[in-house]
């Protein structure tokens, strides 16, 4: 008998077709992409990628052996679905602080953001339903929702965030069942939804009776200006679902984040969660309890946002300096990201197809578009790059594009 070969010789000859809502989900370009920028000599303002530097390592590895030494067995045994009791405490006492009014039973313990807006859209969703979502909006959500056969209804945005006078008509002829929306300095585009667009946002939920689905991962990281109220703060009604993560305030690798919403649309959360994974890793999220009551994560918060404002600072600087007359971008007063608006006659996954041979790297924000996709917007990221490579890459990019001037 020959020699089985290896798993990635085999094909899947004659053998069943994968259910039709993988047709649905495109792969995301963002992840093909990383794959070629993972290469150390590109400059890549492409993935969404936290400093590494900023990675609070020793004190993650303390953490354990303290976890380990005190509470081994428990951190490594099953769990409970819903999450480490006193870590979704500690969660609660930090929204509340914040102007939220929740309470640790109605905190879901997810791994990442991102789980919590698959189970969301899996709970909810029938194939067809309507789902609102801001044009553009991160990608990774329109892929969750597209896999449960939702129906997108877009919303335009400006430097204010999702255009809620806008949704006003939307709702005269669409009743959806969510509305997905990422408040401050949104990914793709950095920017912040206003506090008169937030209360209207809220009013006209609880007017149409869909749920909003806050998903938050950015708000800590704010570099500049004043705090907005979450929506959830300003909700007196259970329609407001927020997710928030410490992929960006630790590190994306302990994979811990939370969802907080109506105790009993928590309940079928849990329950969607438990056939998904059982729970999330009881290790990490003891980790994670044990760093926020001994670690000074308000002061290491603070060094993210000092080094990321001082990037987005460098990232603006290089782009008026260097880019053509007709190109604008986003000034985000947080995060991570800066939408890039390019003249209409450039096309940016041409562009960056020359980038990469100038080993720069950026995503084409085609993709963020989940109906008619505008093809002349670039996303940079600046969190994950020093200033002096900010410079140098932004240099080599707008010396690509045609029409160049310094006029600007
Ligand atoms: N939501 C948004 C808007 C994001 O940008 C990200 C990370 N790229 C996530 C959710 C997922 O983050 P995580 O699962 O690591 O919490």
Redesign the pocket.
């Known amino acids: 008998m020959p020699a089985p070969l290896p798993t990635t010789k085999l094909t899947a000859h004659a053998m069943p077709e994968l259910a039709h809502r993988m047709s649905l989900v495109k792969s995301s370009a963002v992840r093909e992409i990383l794959k070629v920028t993972e290469r150390p000599e590109i400059i890549s303002f492409a993935g969404?990628l936290p400093a590494p530097e900023l990675f609070p390592v020793e004190a993650i590895a303390a953490a354990h052996t303290a976890v380990l030494s005190s509470d081994g067995a428990a951190a490594l045994q099953y769990s409970t679905t819903e999450g480490y009791r006193p870590l979704r405490e500690a969660i609660a006492n930090r929204l509340n602080q914040q102007g939220s009014h929740t309470i640790a039973d109605a905190i879901l313990i997810t791994?990442?953001?991102?789980?919590g807006?698959d189970l969301v859209a899996k709970v909810l969703l029938n194939p067809g339903d309507a789902v609102i979502v801001e044009n553009p909006s991160?990608l990774?959500?329109l892929q969750a929702m597209s896999a449960y056969e939702a129906e997108f209804v877009v919303v335009e945005s400006d430097e204010n965030g999702m255009v809620v006078e806008e949704l006003e008509n939307i709702l005269l002829t669409h009743q959806p069942k969510m509305l997905y929306v990422?408040p401050n300095f949104n990914?793709p585009t950095g920017r912040t939804l206003s506090l008169e667009r937030r209360k209207a946002l809220v009013r006209l939920a609880q007017r149409h009776r869909f749920y909003i689905l806050e998903?938050d991962?950015?708000g800590e990281l704010r570099f500049r200006g004043e705090r907005v109220p979450s929506l959830a703060s300003l909700d007196t009604q259970g329609v407001v679902v927020s997710?928030g993560?410490f992929?960006k305030t630790f590190a994306?690798g302990l994979?811990i984040?939370w969802l907080s919403g109506p105790e009993s649309f928590v309940r079928s959360l849990a329950v969607a969660k438990q056939s998904s994974d059982l729970h999330t890793s009881s290790l990490s999220q003891r980790v994670v309890e044990h760093l926020l009551r001994t670690f000074d994560y308000e002061g290491h918060i603070e060094k993210i946002r000092t080094s990321y404002g001082k990037r987005a600072q460098a990232m603006l600087d290089v782009l008026a300096e260097t880019m053509p007359t007709g190109a604008k971008w986003s000034r985000p007063d947080g995060g991570m990201f800066i939408w890039v608006e390019l003249p209409e006659d450039v096309d940016a996954e041409k562009l960056l197809a020359e980038a990469i041979t100038q080993k720069v790297a950026f995503v084409p924000g085609n993709s963020f578009f989940a109906n008619d996709q505008k093809r002349n917007f670039i996303r940079l990221n600046y969190s994950n790059q020093s200033e002096t490579k900010i410079r140098e890459g932004i240099t080599r990019l707008a010396a690509l594009l045609p029409n160049l001037s310094t006029s600007r």
């Open positions: 969404g791994n990442g953001s991102q789980q807006i991160y990774a959500a990422v990914n998903d991962p950015y997710l993560t992929s994306p994979r984040g």
